[in-house]
């Protein structure tokens, strides 16, 4: 029960999460620049909290397990974040959020195919509710641009590499700090690089802008630890199904905050959600671990 706990309370702060970046690009901050400033707040809470452990964040880590923190920082982080902000220049923000996670699916698909983790009919329950949930959706954006319908699903896409590498990878034994920091330096890195060379690079200029960032920065970090936790007690594919609160957590967000309407697909959709959760979560189990050599 902590395992699923932990799910939705990520799912919570990421739907948050999602939401507040919403208001950031309508304030007029790059996707880029603005995983910077984000990721930046996120290191700091992440030194800040390691010093009161007494512990190190920078651990040591082997070269493998360095590259695969570099490998999710820049996937499952930056370019996720990145793609979810231009989808979010041609749909709302629980469009976007739905379309995003067609990741359960393909990380449960990924799992029985390469790591022979065990496939049930509730877990095929599960996949088919997820997709049925998305089919509603995509008939709510059918006027929508493409690009914006195609950055949406590649979030998903990207964002899987996490869970799955976290789970059978060498990375599932480092401290969950250690990944998350050397995660937020890469998608830092990555939005300085990348809005600097695009000319694109700003302050936080409006107090909004600065409070969203300090947010986001403290949801993401705090979502990622619980990612991991729950990860390592229920196991990438449960853990991802479980993770599609999200979209049920950003849709209620955006509606109170927002001012954005919920049509009576994306309630539907919702519902299919939790039952496809509720699936997923009468069986699973947690796929073998590679070995570092």
Known sequence: MLGYAAVAAASLLF????????????????????????????????????????????????????????????????LSNFLFMVAYRYLSVPEATMLHF??????????????????????????????????LISGTVSQASWVGIGAAVLTGVF??????????????????????FYMNSTTAVCGLLISLGAGSFMLPVSPVVWGCDIILGITN???????????????????????????????????LFLGQRMGIKILYAGLLILLSVFFCSLNGEKAPKLSQG
């Open 159 to 180: 964002y899987a590499v996490y869970p799955v590498m976290l789970e059978v990878s060498p990375l599932g034994d480092l401290d969950s700090m250690t990944v998350v």
């Open 221 to 255: 970090f705090l979502a990622y630890l619980m990612s991991s936790y729950a990860v390592h007690t229920l196991g990438a594919t449960d853990t991802s199904f479980g993770a599609m609160l999200e979209p049920v957590a950003s849709c209620v967000i955006a509606a």
């Open 15 to 78: 739907g948050m999460g999602y939401t507040l970046g919403s208001v950031v690009q309508a304030e007029g901050m790059s996707e880029t620049c603005n995983s910077f400033w984000t990721a930046s707040m996120a290191l700091l809470l992440n030194l800040g909290l390691s010093r009161t452990r007494g512990g190190r964040v920078a651990g040591a880590l082997t070269r493998l397990q360095l590259l695969l923190c570099v490998c999710c920082g820049f996937c499952a982080t930056w």
């Open 102 to 135: 067609l990741h359960p699916s393909l990380v449960a698909v990924f799992m029985t195919v390469f790591f022979k983790e065990r496939f049930s009919l509730a877990r095929l329950c599960a996949i088919i509710c997820s997709i049925w949930s998305m089919v």
